[in-house]
């Protein structure tokens, strides 16, 4: 797989287009591990009038050598630091070491010297003429710790060890003989050289050389793919060489019986070969990361050889392989007249941070963070996932925030016309920033989708302008008048400009007068405004079943005085149990004089007020005697049974009026008049039932002869009067007056029935007599054991008469006491005589 990195910018357009074509058809949609950017500042000067020939890099700085043998020391972005700059060959630059510390740096050259310069101290400083080139050289890691020899290696048909003792500097060659050491690199205690035979590795603990690891293809020229070689960690070299790469690593060897074998060797763990040659490698993590320049793309024009980019890949290293995981072509200046021995890759394994190196460029490769991968979802609209990932990590995010990548997403959603996507994504997306809420909301007002944004807009926290809310409502009332009416209910009215609205719906009203839906809308305005009396208006007329609701919520009992019989037209059940409920607040007399035209609403109200309290009515108990007899008969009766209140000529009036008889019968009754009630009863009603209810009612004897001699030639009321009267009347007088030879219906049963009552009334009167004679002797039994009980004197007790203590300490002073009933008590001397009622007991000092 192919990525082209546009963050590495080719000056040269014609060649950038000329590669483009070719890229873009190889390209696929794969996040790039990398990020690159060219090094420029001060570089770019000194790479215009020089080129470079080798690079070292440390975390503090850049040290760069050149063609013309200047050593460069740079910032990471390129700025020369002028006052470290290091004119020490007259020549090529081969190779440049860096202690670990950062404080001294080593570098070598065509010109047979060696130099080592110290930062900021110049005691070590040295320069080594050798009069032959020098293609390598490499410093003890830790050359900046005091008493650690301060050695250093050099290369160039022989390895030398470079050594500072106390008398001076002394050298050991460590190899010879197998032709020019080109590179070298030392880590820990180990050096790794290669030569045009291979590579070999120095135990600097040991002093031993512990492998010769020989080269795979001798018939390739040494000084056109040079070796690469890199240290992983303190114990894994990685090796390079023209197609092939190896992963070794220095193992400690078991104790063995042969003293001549040493006590470290080196395993190759991972061995494989590349369709491509290898300008470079270095660790990423437990992958690799390669720099490749593929001969095979080398082109020839007008007899010159035209090279392509080269490619910086990763790979994922097996024993015997190496899968490429991303590959990205690279736009180098000058990339069409390179070969494979003009690139280098330097690196900062730690920072995964990583520098290729041609002769006129150097581009930075560092590992992409959160930002960069956010970047690259955005590029390829993957908002959902970008917003994912800033939430995920957004303290370590610094060029991107959640709601500036929400803002591109809106604005994307937008341009796609998803409205109703976009419009829910405000919420999650703007939170309570209230000012990039308002310039959403403008944004879909420009392209006339606020509806579609009106249900997510914030209702509390934060509040948006009140001309946000107006201009979505008024959007509602002039498109859809069922959505306006929706939105001022669920809205608080505090939102936005009442007035401002309510003048809209009046000149909405003023083209539609009937619309009974702007209506409400205005209704709920002006109770939202507090203007209660014309809401009222409106609900009253529409019969909106929240009147009576608004009513109680508001207290408006004021502005109904003139509108109840409005209300019961509407729903007189719930009006009623309202006013009865509020009664201090709309007082009886003022309902009543508002219902007097509509009767069957006063009637309702009457009545229910009496059955809620039967006296708080009583001055309209006339008014409902004429109305239970106009509306509801069944209740009259109950009514002036238990009524006090009303004018009973004014009530029987009422009743003659429309022939009401039972309810004559009880008035007149009432009244006083029962021999009339009883004439209705008999003559009217001919009911003997009722009569003798009537007349046990009253139990006036006049009124049961009455009856009997009204009965006495109707067999039916004889009978029903032999059947009833036996508890009230003497039956005798009644079976007296019966004519000889009248058939009377159920004549036996009566009989039986009159003996049977006189029986029962014969034991009742034996029964009663018994227990009474019973409670009587246990009363007495009881009388007679209270007045026998002894009641105790003690010396509180004083005579009655002569107020001295009738207890004696004295004998010569002692007298009998009487104690009365009523517990006064007396000396016998001192009560008259013939007075005393009891002598209750004669107590003696002892």
Known sequence: MLLQQEDVEEEDEEEEDEDEDSEDTDSEIVEPQLKYKRIQNDLTVILAKDAASCLAVHTKFLALGTHWGVIYILDHCGNNISSRELPAHTTTVNQICIDDNGDYIASCSDDGRVVISGFYSNENNQVINLDRPIKAVAMDPDFYKPGRGKHFVTGDDKLILNEKGFLGRRTFVLHQGEGPIRNIKWRSHFIAWANDLGVKVYDMSSKRRITSIPRDKLDLRPELYRCCLCWKDDRTLLIGWANSIKVCVVKDRQQTDDPELPSRYVAIEAMFTTDYMLCGLAPYGDNLVVLSYDEQDVQQEGGIYVAHRPHL??????????????????????????????????????????????????????????????????????????????????????????????????????SEEQYEEAARLCVKILGKNRQMWEEEVFKFAQIHQLKAIALYLPRGEPSLSPAIYEMVLNEYLQTDILGFQRLVKEWPSELYNIQTLVNAVLDKLDRDRNNDILLQCLGDLYTHERRYDKALGIYLRLKNKDVFEIILKHNLFTAINDKIVMLMEFDKTTAVQMLLDNRDKIPIEKVVQQLEERPEFLHEYLDLLFKKDPHMGQDFHAIQVELYAEFDRPKLLPFLRSSN???????????????????????LGRMGNTKQALHLITNDLRDVNAAIDFCKEHNDTELWNDLISYSIDKPSFITGLLQNIGTHVDPIVLIQQIRAGMEIPGLRDSLVKILQDYNLQMSLREGCKKILVADCFNLLQKLVRLQHRGVLIDETHVCEACHEKVIANDTRYTSNVALFHCHHTFHEDCLPPHSMVRLVTSLHSS
């Open 313 to 414: 890949r990763i790979l994922e290293v097996g024993m015997n392989y190496g899968y490429e995981i991303t590959n990205d072509a690279l736009s180098i200046r000058g990339f069409q007249e390179y070969r494979c021995n003009d690139y280098r890759l330097e690196c900062l394994a730690d920072e995964n941070t990583y520098f290729i190196v041609s002769p006129k460029d150097i581009v930075e490769a560092r590992q992409r963070d959160e930002d960069d991968h956010i970047s690259w979802l955005i590029e390829r609209q993957m908002f959902e996932e970008a917003m994912a990932a800033s939430l995920e990590h957004g303290k370590s995010l610094k060029r991107h925030e959640y709601q500036h990548i929400g803002k591109q997403y809106l604005n994307f959603l937008l």
């Open 645 to 667: 209140y009303y004018p009973l000529q004014r009530a029987l009036d009422v009743c003659q009026h429309r022939s009401l008889i039972p309810e004559m019968v009880f008035l």
